[in-house]
């Protein structure tokens, strides 16, 4: 027992063979993206050079590493990241002789890929880019480039790359008990509640500032002035609601696998550009 610790604790990699594989996957996890592998490609190129310090002169061993990382892998890049991570980690104790099968190291892919990809994309999609976007979207929206669009993907490629950088040194250096510890506790899932909430009320404040839309329909009452369908009736009901109406129809949509966000981009220009014709709606801007 005594000798197999020993054996699993020698370091055949460097922190500069990890840095390097984190880089090669950051930029080119989606190069070669297909319906049949997803990021699988990705994957072995991010491992080669580990792959050949590791198993280089050993031509089988090799070939059994190149075949198991050719396997379907998908998950979200960035937080995703500490898989592939700890999975190098189990490579270099295979290397020195451990006993990893195949299955093991597959099976920690695919049994994290999923649950960590939702967590990317709720921290991502749904929190990091909504905040992001409520405090450049207005420079944009007045002509400021490098305000707006260029702000917006400067922070954005700093903070995510921060973030993935710092993952996949912890996923190398705690391995998949440290994954399994986080997964496990409680406060993973008060993290996953508080962006949801916060992405939904960022959303929430980008639909009200800039989703525009109003009626121009009025009613003529006899001896009254006319009354104003938007001002004196939907907005005195509920402020806003055919932007409201707008964005939860558009949700409703993109909830439906059917409609694509193309085809939601078409039904709102073409919907819009009828009933603007027809009178029936206006831009309020």
Do not use: C
Request: net charge positive.
């Amino acid at each position: 027992m005594e000798q197999t610790a020993e054996i699993k604790k020698e370091k055949l990699l460097t922190k500069r063979d990890v840095v390097k594989a984190f880089w090669r996957w950051t930029f080119f996890s989606h190069a070669n993206y297909n319906y049949e592998r997803l990021q699988a490609t990705g994957v072995v190129h991010a491992f080669s050079p580990i792959l050949k310090k590791l198993y280089g002169k050993d031509e089988d061993e090799m070939k059994s590493a190149l075949e198991r990382h050719m396997q379907f892998f998908n998950t979200e890049p960035s937080f995703g990241g500490p898989i592939l991570a700890m999975t190098i980690a189990m490579e270099e104790e295979r290397a020195s002789g451990a006993d990893i099968s195949d299955q093991t190291i597959n099976g920690l892919k695919t049994g994290l890929m999923g649950p960590l990809a939702g967590i990317g994309d709720t921290l991502w999609q749904g929190t990091l880019i909504p905040i992001l976007l409520s405090f450049t979207l207005p420079f944009g929206a007045k002509g400021n480039i490098f305000m707006g669009p260029v702000l917006f993907f400067a922070l954005h490629w700093i903070i995510m790359t921060v973030i993935a950088y710092f993952l996949w040194i912890q996923g190398y250096e705690q391995g998949k008990e440290g994954i399994q510890k986080m997964m496990a506790g409680g406060r993973l899932s008060y993290i996953m509640t508080f962006s949801q909430t916060l992405g939904a009320i960022v959303i929430g404040s980008l639909a009200a500032n800039f989703v525009k839309i109003a009626t121009p329909l009025s009613v003529h009452l006899s001896g009254k002035e006319n009354l104003s369908i938007q001002t004196d009736v939907l907005d005195a009901l509920v402020k806003g609601i055919l932007p409201l109406g707008v964005t939860l129809l558009t949700y409703y949509l993109l909830k439906h696998k059917k409609y694509t966000p193309t085809k939601v981009l078409v039904i709102q220009i073409v919907g819009g550009a009828i009933l603007a014709a027809i009178g029936l709606i206006v831009n309020s801007i």
